[in-house]
T-cell receptor, first 113, second 108 residues
Framework: DTAVSQTPKYLVTQMGNDKSIKCEQN?????MYWYKQDSKKFLKIMFS???????INETVPNRFSPKSPDKAHLNLHINSLELGDSAVYFC????????????FGNGTRLTVT | QKEVEQDPGPLSVPEGAIVSLNCTYS??????FMWYRQYSRKGPELLMY????GNKEDGRFTAQVDKSSKYISLFIRDSQPSDSATYLC????????FGTGTRLTIIP
C-alpha cells in the first residue's frame, strides 16, 4: 500500500565509500524527486525526473548521480561519501510537474563516519 | 534574503488552543501555496493546497493566503497532542520552494 517507498531506511557508512538509495512509487505519477533535509529540517531539492528525463539538476556535487530506469523508480548513487553528506534524503513524486503537490517517502537517514 | 521565511520556533501551546503558523515570501511569481506536516522520522505529508488569495478550510485546519502582503498562514483549531509535528510551508512558481519549518508541540 505504501505510495512512495525508499530503501534503506538507515545507512551508516564510512567516508570514501559508495552507496545507493532506491525509490519506487506506485501512484502512477510522472515526476519524481530527490530532496535533502539537513539537521535544521530545511528541505532542498537535488534532482527531478519527468518520465525518466532529468529536468532539475540543482547545484549538487558530481558524486551524486540519479538514475531513473522507468517512471516509477528513481535511484540515487553517491560516490566517495563525505562527512557533509550526512542528512536525511527524501524521495518524492508528483503528477503534473514541478508545481504540483509532492508525495514523500519516509526518508533514508544517511550517516557518514 | 531567502525566498521563503518561516519562524523555526519551537512553538508550544496547551491542548485546545488555536495555533497560528506563518510564512512570508518575496517572489511575487509564487502561485501555488501548500502546507506540509512532518512527524519525527517520517516524510512530509500534504495538509493544505491553495491557489488563490483567501481562506481554505479542512476540518480543524484553515489555510489563508494574502498575495498582496506576500503572507500565508495555517490555523489549527482545537489543537490536539497528535498535531505535534514540524509544519513546513511551500510555494511554487517554476518549482516548489520550502520554508525551514516550524516545530510545534501541543501540551496535554
Amino acid at each position: 500500500d505504501t505510495a512512495v517507498s525508499q530503501t534503506p531506511k538507515y545507512l551508516v557508512t564510512q567516508m570514501g565509500n559508495d552507496k545507493s538509495i532506491k525509490c519506487e512509487q506506485n501512484l502512477g505519477h510522472d515526476t519524481m524527486y530527490w530532496y535533502k533535509q539537513d539537521s535544521k529540517k530545511f528541505l532542498k531539492i537535488m534532482f527531478s525526473y519527468n518520465n525518466k528525463e532529468l529536468i532539475i539538476n540543482e547545484t549538487v556535487p558530481n558524486r551524486f548521480s540519479p538514475k531513473s530506469p522507468d517512471k516509477a523508480h528513481l535511484n540515487l548513487h553517491i560516490n566517495s561519501l563525505e562527512l557533509g553528506d550526512s542528512a536525511v534524503y527524501f524521495c518524492a513524486s508528483s503528477q503534473g510537474g514541478l508545481k504540483s503537490p509532492l508525495h514523500f517517502g519516509n526518508g533514508t537517514r544517511l550517516t557518514v563516519t | 534574503q531567502k525566498e521563503v521565511e518561516q519562524d523555526p520556533g519551537p512553538l508550544s501551546v496547551p491542548e485546545g488552543a488555536i495555533v497560528s503558523l506563518n510564512c512570508t515570501y518575496s517572489n511575487s511569481a509564487f502561485q501555488y501555496f501548500m502546507w506540509y506536516r512532518q512527524y519525527s522520522r517520517k516524510g512530509p505529508e500534504l495538509l493544505m493546497y491553495t491557489y488563490s488569495s483567501g481562506n481554505k478550510e479542512d476540518g480543524r485546519f484553515t489555510a489563508q493566503v494574502d498575495k498582496s502582503s506576500k503572507y500565508i498562514s495555517l490555523f489549527i483549531r482545537d489543537s490536539q497532542p497528535s498535531d505535534s509535528a514540524t509544519y513546513l510551508c511551500a510555494m511554487s512558481a517554476e518549482k516548489l520552494t520550502f520554508g525551514t519549518g516550524t516545530r510545534l508541540t501541543i501540551i496535554p
